[in-house]
């Protein structure tokens, strides 16, 4: 079970950081990922990291603004927005699915239920 939490109301330019907590004993052997959807569009990958945290990956509409991280000891998987923009304003997801390496954005398994982020202008 995926929990996500962190979301809210935050100008431009601010900073949010969601959480995502993971109940079990197996958390360090799921490749993470963080998913958004914004109103009347489709849910889009924002950023993916492996087992260990070694590798991550990001959507080009948020490099170098958000960055994904992860606690094993803690079950918990993060992602930091920073330099936020209206345009970033939907339902935010976390996921996971098993699996050796980082090898692709698709096929995440679980699903979190969302947490909203709005960026006001």
């Known amino acids: 079970q995926l929990q996500a939490s962190g979301g809210g109301l935050v100008q431009a330019g601010g900073s949010l950081r969601l959480s995502c907590a993971a109940s079990?004993?197996?958390?360090?052997?799921?490749?993470m990922g963080w998913f958004r959807q914004a109103p009347g569009k489709e849910r889009e990958f924002v950023a993916g990291?492996?087992?260990?945290?070694?590798?991550?990956d990001y959507a080009d509409s948020v490099k170098g603004r958000f960055t994904v991280s992860r606690d094993n000891a803690k079950n918990t998987v993060y992602l930091q927005m920073n330099s936020l923009k209206p345009e970033d304003t939907a339902v935010y997801y976390c996921a996971a699915k098993p699996g050796y390496s980082y090898t692709s954005r698709s096929q995440f398994d679980y699903w979190g239920q969302g947490t909203l982020v709005t960026v006001s202008s």
């Open positions: 079990g004993r197996t958390f360090s052997t799921y490749i």
């Open positions: 990291i492996s087992r260990s945290g070694a590798s991550t």
